[in-house]
């Protein structure tokens, strides 16, 4: 009998949100021993009791793992997991692909990837879409950039999260790509937000118009996603505001380091911006349909 | 042998633009007789050739018609062929349905259907989205408002020019559905023309970028169809600048009307003048693109 080599691979995982919880129990469920860690230790109790293995720290993790994914908040934090003394390029071993599925800036991506080849290891990065559903029903897209060999070498682990895994090219074009994403979410979520306010003031039947806007010129996965959601006023989170207010930033300063104005991007994060002041970080993204009706709003 | 019910009906069609020519096309192959108007009598040619019967006035057609369509530039065009002596109002039979499907005001709307019911005949506004190709395929979506009765008379009618064919309630709410839609449309071409903009910039393979971004939360029609299009720099008309700024001042007035601030429309509107003030009218919506390109641009 042939032996399995996907259970010779050990997965380090690191980042147990909402999305990393789903993402990390495809890949135990794949049949790769799972080696986890992240801030909060309750958030890999299911896993564990699945399976997964706990490490306190990203080193210790990085230290035991042939392919290592990282998917934390913000661009600090994965600054901090990957090149603090002790992290995980000191402690990874070499060979190792690490990717970094955070989304995270595109220069700090080339700066790992760059640290990572000195150590003999190759980083990815390669950040996706799709929010929690795609998460928990294994279909994200995920677009990755750095080196294509290694790239190949954890496709087989990409695709049992990913329903589209595409490899864009160098380090650095996965994020840019997710950028390129977050870009058009933002105004497209503009549009949304307008959209359904202007409809519902007017007096139209707001399923009814989302019914017919939904099939036409005007349909996006967001407005007949989220369009749903801010008929009932359900602003639950699928992605976080604070999370969206945070890629809008890196977008607008990677545009800003090629000179290009995006006025729509910039108009998005005031508006984000003003969610984030009334408290509202923690709802979703369909939660920007409070500015234009003002509910429950202080300004 | 039954009589052929549609044949007894004579439909009239005013305007025949890019849109119009198709509709026409399509109800005249569904057995119609069709009686025909339009500002250029060149672009009746075709159809006249099919059989259709040339007038020389939207009243003339008013006149002879059951069942009568008018799609023609702006507001103040339906304003004048509907409300102005020897017009359609003054020539239309009693029992005639009257047919709007200009993208016009909603005022103007509930103007004509009161003014129609004065005279014993019944005004629908029933504006289309789709654009050509829609129309070339009939399967435009069709948002409808006026008298459910009369709605329910000409839908054999409608059905042949658009695939989903809606009544949103009373006179006017035909108009504000296309106005939620322009809406909508507005920021999405933004956001389209932003995330393409960034990609090609930062060096990314935008068509590569297009296929990713084109499965995920970032998708829609605009960015599917037309984003194709603005890698290419092909800017021919689908849908033409001047027509789409058109609609984006009828939305906002509308919005104004009703006191609510629409700051992703009002962006929208910027740009389109500036599109129109460099010359670009006669191109398709995609020409945003040359903004944040600077294609052949002056200012």
């Known amino acids: 009998m042939a032996p399995n080599l996907a259970i010779q691979k050990r997965v380090g995982f ?21 080696h986890v860690n992240s801030r909060t230790r309750a958030k890999a109790d299911a896993l564990v009791e699945r399976g997964a293995i706990w490490y306190e720290s990203p080193g210790e993790v990085a ?30 071993r070499p060979g190792a692909v690490l990717i970094d599925m955070t989304t995270s800036s595109p220069s700090l991506a080339e700066r790992i990837a760059k640290a990572a080849s000195l150590r003999g290891m190759m980083a990815l990065d390669a950040p996706v879409s799709g929010g929690d559903i795609g998460a928990r029903e294994a279909k994200l897209a995920i677009m990755a950039g750095g080196d294509e ?9 990409l695709r049992l999260i990913g329903s589209n895994v595409v490899h864009m090219g160098q380090a650095g074009t996965g994020q840019h790509t997710k950028m390129a994403n977050q870009i ?18 007017v007096g139209l039947n707001p399923d009814l118009t989302l019914d017919v806007l939904g099939t036409g010129a005007a349909s996006s996965f967001l407005l007949n996603g989220l369009g749903r959601k ?4 359900d602003f639950a989170p699928g992605f976080f505001v604070h999370h969206f207010a945070k890629d809008i930033g890196i ?8 000179n290009l104005d995006l006025p729509g991007l ?12 009334n408290g509202f970080g923690e709802e979703g993204t369909q939660a920007l349909y409070r500015i234009y009706n003002r509910l429950h709003w202080s300004e």
């Open 230 to 233: 801010m008929v009932r006023q």
């Open 149 to 157: 060999t290694a790239f190949s070498q954890v496709l087989p682990v």
């Open 63 to 92: 230290a035991t793992s042939d392919i290592l994914i990282t998917i934390v908040g913000y661009p600090v934090d994965v600054e901090s997991i990957y090149l603090e003394p002790g992290g995980i390029l000191d402690r990874a």
């Open 184 to 201: 058009a979410i933002a105004s497209t979520m503009i549009a949304v937000s307008e959209s359904i306010s202007y409809a519902t003031r």
């Open 14 to 34: 690191i980042g147990l949100g909402i999305m990393g919880q789903h993402m990390a129990g495809h890949i135990l469920a794949g049949g790769y021993e799972l």
């Open 251 to 258: 977008a607008l300063n990677e545009a800003k380091r090629i």
């Open 266 to 277: 910039a108009l998005a994060q005031k508006m984000y911006e003003r969610l984030l002041a």
